[in-house]
T-cell receptor, first 112, second 111 residues
Framework: NAGVTQTPKFQVLKTGQSMTLQCAQD?????MYWYRQDPGMGLRLIYY???????DKGEVPNGYNVSRLNKREFSLRLESAAPSQTSVYFC???????????FGSGTRLTVV | GESVGLHLPTLSVQEGDNSIINCAYS??????FIWYKQESGKGPQFIID?????DKRQGQRVTVLLNKTVKHLSLQIAATQPGDSAVYFC??????????FGKGTKLSVKP
């Protein structure tokens, strides 16, 4: 039982490049989330998906797109990376009626 | 308590002592409050939660206290161990995907 799996763990991009961060969960959770974590800022919600086929913006969605491919997978895409998107990205999932989320181990992204 | 600026507040305790980590929240509409532990290089890990209609909840070696009057949440860790060293975040669950995190407190345990 792997929980929430994120790939890649590390990535360096040049400004303007695009990439997709992958996330998969094997707990049959309905809801999935993407957060970014910056020093001194805590975790901030980028996008979330309450169920397969739905996505909604969080606190900081600009510069990102998401796809809820199926119940297991929720990907985050950066179409044109900017240095301001240098951060650690966490994917999470939750079951209905459960307050706590299960987080992946994160993707450390550096944009130069 | 919660951090302001780029540096996390740090709580340093001796191994075996009790630790108390505090958090102030802002939204009275929160359904749940949650404490997470984050070790270096890892994702946040759920510790304990408390519903808004409760004022105390106990887990294994941890107790969460909620004071809605002053919008204050605390996490007490009994007999703190070196493995408890991490950053601790409080979070408010407002429902519908809205989990708002505080900025974190770093707990350092001295052997």
């Amino acid at each position: 039982n792997a929980g929430v799996t994120q790939t890649p763990k590390f990535q360096v991009l040049k400004t303007g490049q695009s990439m997709t961060l992958q996330c998969a969960q094997d707990m049959n959770h309905n809801s999935m989330y993407w957060y970014r974590q910056d020093p001194g800022m805590g975790l901030r919600l980028i996008y979330y998906s309450a169920s397969e086929g739905t996505t909604d913006k969080g606190e900081v969605p600009n510069g990102y797109n998401v796809s809820r491919l199926n119940k297991r997978e929720f990907s985050l895409r950066l179409e044109s990376a900017a240095p301001s998107q240098t951060s650690v990205y966490f994917c999470a999932s939750s079951a209905e009626g459960v307050a706590g989320y299960t987080f992946g181990s994160g993707t450390r992204l550096t944009v130069v | 308590g919660e951090s302001v600026g780029l540096h996390l507040p740090t709580l340093s305790v001796q191994e075996g002592d009790n630790s108390i980590i505090n958090c102030a929240y802002s939204n009275s509409a929160s359904d749940y409050f949650i404490w997470y532990k984050q070790e270096s290089g890892k994702g946040p890990q759920f510790i304990i939660d408390i519903r808004s209609n409760m004022d105390k909840r106990q887990g294994q070696r941890v107790t969460v206290l909620l004071n809605k009057t002053v919008k204050h949440l605390s996490l007490q860790i009994a007999a703190t161990q070196p493995g408890d060293s991490a950053v601790y975040f409080c979070a408010e669950n407002l429902g519908q995907g809205n989990l708002i995190f505080g900025k974190g407190t770093k707990l350092s345990v001295k052997p």
